[in-house]
């Protein structure tokens, strides 16, 4: 299958801004609020030293790799939840006890191309969102028309997701939210012999299911992509796949990828996803990604 590198870089946003990076951390506009957080990968030197980026919040790490950790108010009346957009998107920003913010902002590059695809199909499209969290990828796919299964391990994750589909006005969209593990899901899904014509899939490197189970990226990835097969319909439009904080190249991830789309024709498309840096050339890297389409 012909495999097609592209860096795809999330620069269509208005409600948030990289301000700057380096020196192991990267300072951001989300909407109202800015924030100063740690990115191990931001090894080069910022525009300005950390210590004078005019913050609201800081995330100080409890170690280098180690997402916990906590927020430091600079200013005081910065709220822990605020509202953000995308396009016609309309949802909630918090400050999460694992750095996290409510949207991972670089995967707007694969919202816009799924409601790109869902929009062209000019037929009834359904959605399966593997790992959704907080659900934007499922609004992306009902604005566009899709009938959406979003799933999530994190019923909290997922009431944030209905939070967010009432303040995007996407309420009489057909959005269902289900909080059970990814492959125990998935394996039931094919017993069922329901079938998708997108999947999207975002896995952690490492995750627990709602009853404990375990999910590993490197152990339980090819095994996850033989499910996603099985529960493709015949004319599927879309499989798009990532993956960010493994030690893993984008060509293995897009070969894993290969593999199981044999037959169905179509091409892959694999790289980076980077934040341009504003008023630089600097990119910020984010994650790695491989993408199939029918056409
Ligand atoms: C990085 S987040 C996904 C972000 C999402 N794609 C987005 O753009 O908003 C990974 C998600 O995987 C979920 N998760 C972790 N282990 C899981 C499992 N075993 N089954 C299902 N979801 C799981 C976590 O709750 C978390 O919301």
Redesign the pocket.
């Given at each position: 299958m012909k495999l097609t590198t592209r860096l795809l870089i999330a620069d269509d946003w208005e409600a948030y801004a990289l301000l700057d990076s380096g020196a192991g951390r990267k300072l951001e506009r989300f909407g109202t609020q800015t924030v100063s957080r740690p990115d191990p990968q931001a090894f080069w030197t910022p525009a300005t030293p950390p210590d004078s980026w005019q913050a609201d919040a800081v995330f100080d790490a409890k170690a280098q790799d180690d997402d916990r950790g906590a927020w430091r108010l600079v200013r005081g009346d910065a709220p822990e939840v605020w509202p953000l957009h995308w396009e016609e998107l309309r949802f909630q920003a918090r400050r999460t006890p694992f750095r996290h913010l409510g949207?991972?902002q670089e995967?707007s590059v694969h919202w816009r191309f799924a409601q790109e695809q869902i929009r062209a199909a000019g037929r009834p499209v359904k959605v399966l969102n593997?790992?959704?969290?907080?659900g934007?990828?499922s609004l992306a796919c009902a604005a566009a028309g899709a009938e959406v299964v979003h799933?999530?391990?994190?019923p909290k994750?997922n009431g944030y997701g209905k939070e967010n589909q009432a303040l995007s006005e996407l309420d009489d969209r057909a959005i269902r939210w289900i909080t059970?593990?990814?492959?125990k899901f998935v394996a039931r899904e094919i017993r069922r012999g329901n079938t998708y014509d997108g999947i999207v899939l975002?896995?952690?490197k490492f995750?627990?299911?709602p009853k404990n189970?375990t999910?590993r990226f490197e152990e339980s990835l090819p095994a996850l992509l033989d499910g996603v097969r099985a529960l493709l319909s015949p004319e599927p439009l879309f499989v798009i796949a990532t993956a960010y904080a493994v030690r893993l190249s984008y060509l293995a991830l897009a070969q894993t990828l290969a593999d199981r789309m044999t037959g169905f024709g179509g091409q892959i498309e694999t790289g980076e996803m980077a934040l341009p840096q504003q008023g630089s050339d600097r990119l910020l890297p984010t994650a790695l990604y491989a993408r199939w389409q029918q056409s």
């Open positions: 949207v991972f995967h593997l790992f959704g969290y907080t934007l990828m799933l999530d391990a994190s994750s059970d593990d990814a492959m975002d896995p952690p995750g627990r299911g189970e999910w």
